[in-house]
């Protein structure tokens, strides 16, 4: 009994672990000159998931049943050069250490995006869009547990 106790603490760490980094790296960045930045709590997607399904007029694409499954999101936009490569770096340390694994990349001239995930199982529980051209890096990290399948129903669509 104890050592399922100790094991579902440790799995529950493991998970609340990576949006306590991403809290410390927001924390960090946001508020500096040359950075904007965007966070969306728990509690504004617990009360999303109340909200009817969430459509694109234009196109046939339902993003309520993968909005649901968000439990944060950071967004960071870093002009200012030198802010832009520590935060390049910090996350490419966190990158070589085998914690996201590639899902996509896209150069165009010095214009470099990345999509990384972690995932457990068949479950994403982190997301994290990196775009970056030298002297400016973007990142928009989501937390949540998102089913593949849900994943798979927005590409397909």
């Known amino acids: 009994m104890k ?7 440790a799995a529950t760490l493991a998970f609340t672990a990576a949006a306590q980094d991403w809290n410390s790296i927001y924390n960090r960045y946001s508020g500096k000159e040359g950075v904007s930045s965007v966070y969306i709590s728990p509690a504004m997607f617990r009360l999303m998931k109340s909200l009817p ?14 909005i649901r499954t968000f439990t944060g999101m950071y967004i ?20 070589k250490a085998g914690r996201y694994e590639l899902l996509m990349e896209a150069a ?7 999509i990384y995930t972690i995932s457990k199982g068949d479950t994403v529980t982190d ?15 989501i937390t949540g547990e998102i089913p593949f399948s849900e994943l798979q129903k927005l590409i397909s669509e």
């Open 108 to 114: 165009d001239e010095s214009e470099t995006m990345r």
């Open 53 to 66: 399904d969430v459509e694109i007029e234009s196109e046939d694409v339902d993003l309520g049943g993968i």
């Open 76 to 95: 960071l936009d870093i002009e200012d050069g030198k802010a832009a490569a520590e935060l390049e770096a910090e996350l490419q340390h966190a990158i």
């Open 3 to 9: 050592r399922a106790i100790m094991i579902l603490l």
């Open 127 to 141: 997301f994290l869009m990196l775009a970056y051209d030298g002297s400016e890096t973007s990142v928009i990290a």
